[in-house]
C-alpha cells in the first residue's frame, strides 16, 4: 500500500518514477483551515508551505499523521511543540531555494540603491528623471549579514563578487570557519554601527522577534539601507517606519511582512521602500528542487530510513 500525502499548497512536478511508486499525492492546493481539519486524518503525510498553519488542533485530529514536510526553510508555520508531542516528524528542504533567495537579496539591494523601480515607473510615464536618479554602488560598501546559514552564505560571496566587506553576526560556528567564506563575525551592536547595509537572514521565534526596533535602529548608523528576504516578524514595521521618517534608515527593500498578504500599509506607501510578495523562492529552477527535497525527505521519514533535514 502506497503513502497517503496531502499537498495543501501545491508541489512542482516530480519526474522520479521510483518515488511517485510509493505514494498517492492528494493536492488540494488552498485548503482552507477547516477544511484541513476534517481530512487530514486520512493521510499518513502533509507537505505544506508558508500558508498553511499546522497547528495543535490539527495534529490532534491527524490520528495517521506521521510526518510534516514544509517545502522550503521556515518552519514557523508548524508547532514544533505540539508535533513532538504528536509523535509527528517534522522536515524541511532548506538547500533548494538558497540560490534564489540570495539572487532576489542582491536584487533588492541593487534595486533600492539604484532606484530602480522609479526609474522604470517615471519612464513609462513619460518622466526622464535622469537628474534626480542619483544612486550610490555597492561596491567597497560594508553588508552587514544577521544570521549565517545557507542563505547568508550565499549572499556573503555574492556581496564579495561587488567587492563588498561583509561582517556578520549570529552565527554558532568558529571564527575561524566565517572567515573562510570572506566574512568577518562581530557582535551585533559592531554589525549595527558599522554597515552600509543589513540584511536579514534568520529564522523568525521568540529570540528573533522585532530584532531590529526603536533602540536597535538608533544604534545604526544614518543613512543605512535595510533589506529582508527572511521573515516579516523579525523587524517592527512600526520602528521601521519612523526610522524611515526620521532619516536614520535611507531605504528599505522587503519580500516580507508581519502579515502577510500586508495590505494597504503606511510603510508600503513610503517612498524609500520597495517590496516584493514573498517572492524568494519563487523561481522555476528552486521550486524543482524544493519539489523533489521535501518528497523525497518525508518518503524517507515515512520508510523510517535516514534523514537529511529532520527538525523534530
Known amino acids: 500500500m502506497n503513502w497517503k500525502i496531502l499537498l495543501t499548497d501545491g508541489l512542482a512536478p516530480i519526474t522520479d518514477q521510483d518515488l511517485l511508486n510509493k505514494i498517492d499525492l492528494a493536492d488540494q492546493k488552498g485548503i482552507t483551515a477547516e477544511e484541513l481539519l476534517e481530512v487530514v486524518d486520512q493521510y499518513d503525510a502533509v507537505i505544506v508551505r508558508s500558508r498553511t498553519k499546522i497547528t495543535e488542533d490539527v495534529l490532534a485530529a491527524a490520528k495517521k499523521l506521521k510526518v510534516v514536510g514544509r517545502m522550503g526553510v521556515g518552519v514557523d508555520n508548524i508547532d514544533l511543540q505540539a508535533a513532538k508531542a504528536h509523535g509527528v516528524t517534522v522536515v524541511n528542504a532548506p538547500v533548494a531555494t538558497t540560490v534564489s533567495v540570495a539572487e532576489l537579496t542582491i536584487g533588492l539591494m541593487l534595486s533600492l540603491i539604484r532606484e530602480i523601480p522609479k526609474a522604470n515607473t517615471g519612464l513609462k510615464a513619460g518622466e526622464w528623471l535622469k537628474k534626480e536618479l542619483v544612486g550610490t554602488e555597492l561596491y567597497q560598501k560594508t553588508l552587514g549579514i544577521i544570521g549565517f546559514g545557507n542563505i547568508a552564505k550565499a549572499v556573503c560571496k555574492r556581496a564579495q563578487a561587488f567587492e563588498m566587506k561583509v561582517i556578520t553576526y549570529g552565527s554558532s560556528r568558529p571564527a575561524d570557519e566565517i572567515r573562510t567564506f570572506g566574512a568577518e563575525p562581530v557582535s551585533l551592536e559592531e554589525l549595527l554601527a558599522q554597515s552600509d547595509i543589513i540584511t536579514m537572514h534568520i529564522p523568525h521565534n521568540e529570540r528573533s522577534h522585532h530584532m531590529l526596533n526603536d533602540a536597535t535602529f538608533q ?94
Do not use: Y
Open 219 to 312: 544604534l545604526m548608523k544614518d543613512g543605512v539601507v535595510i533589506v529582508c528576504a527572511a521573515r516579516g516578524g523579525v523587524i517592527d514595521q512600526e520602528a521601521l517606519l519612523a526610522a524611515l521618517k526620521s532619516g536614520k534608515v535611507a531605504g528599505a527593500a522587503l519580500d516580507v511582512f508581519e502579515k502577510e498578504p500586508p495590505g494597504a500599509i503606511p510603510l508600503l506607501d513610503h517612498p524609500r521602500v520597495i517590496g516584493t510578495p514573498h517572492i524568494g523562492a519563487q523561481t522555476k529552477e528552486a521550486q524543482l528542487r524544493a519539489g523533489f527535497d521535501i518528497l523525497s525527505e518525508v518518503v524517507n521519514a515515512l520508510d523510517e530510513k535516514p534523514l537529511r533535514w529532520k527538525i523534530v
